[in-house]
Every structure is written in C-alpha cells, then in structure tokens.
Nanobody, 124 residues
Framework: QVQLKESGGGLVQAGGSLRLSCAASGLAFSSYVMGWFRQVSGMEREFVAGISWIGSSTYYGDSVKGRFTISRDNAKNSLDLQMNSLTPEDTAVYYC?????????????????WGQGTQVTVSS
C-alpha cells in the first residue's frame, strides 16, 4: 500500500532552520505531484509548497515564500522541505501529500495520499 512517512520535525528557536523529509513507497513516485501542508490544531490545513513530477516547477504559499524550499529526488522516492528563518507562526504539524493531478494544487482535497505528519515547534 501507499505510504508517505515524514521525518525531521522538532523544536527550533526562531530564526533557525529545519529540513523535513518524506519517504514514499507503494506508488510510482515520479508520476505524482507532491506537496507539503501544515495544520495547527483547530484550524484548516494550509498549503505550504508543491512540486511537479520532475521538480521543474514549484509553488509556495505566500507565508513561506523566500524562506522555504521544496525539492524531490525521484531516484530515492523522497521529498524534502528546507525551512529557513523560522518564526513561531510556522509551528504546526507538517504533512507531505501526493496527487495524481498534472498540475500543482494548493487545495488539500486534490491530494489522495497523506503522511501521518511531523510536528514542528518554533520557540520565540
């Protein structure tokens, strides 16, 4: 079955950096647009970043532009999110997700497969 497993979350001070990774299995990874979302308890899931099949196109949510970078390695079935200049507002559970759509979508309902999430906490 399809599995997406995030790692790399943790506690970091404001201004610091973290790198999240997502290991994918059970799907033709290079055929899926991938995305990162985040969610704070009681709030809607927020689009963070998306990347096309071969990584030639990326798209970011306004709140992370210029600070976060999404990348993928299709040979390793892996997806990364480099997060720099973190602020307390970035605190959330971060999820990776996969969609068979041909284009990057910022809508969570377009993504079929989801990981279990990894907690990122940024202290002030």
């Amino acid at each position: 079955q399809v599995q997406l497993k995030e790692s790399g979350g943790g506690l970091v001070q404001a201004g610091g950096s973290l790198r999240l990774s997502c290991a994918a299995s059970g799907l033709a990874f290079s055929s899926y647009v991938m995305g990162w979302f985040r969610q704070v308890s009681g709030m809607e899931r927020e689009f963070v970043a998306g990347i096309s099949w071969i990584g030639s196109s990326t798209y970011y949510g306004d709140s992370v532009k210029g600070r976060f970078t999404i990348s993928r390695d299709n040979a390793k079935n892996s997806l990364d999110l480099q997060m720099n200049s973190l602020t307390p507002e970035d605190t959330a559970v971060y999820y990776c997700a996969a969609t068979a759509r041909e284009e990057i979508s910022p809508k969570s309902y377009d993504y079929r497969y989801w990981g279990q999430g990894t907690q990122v906490t940024v202290s002030s």
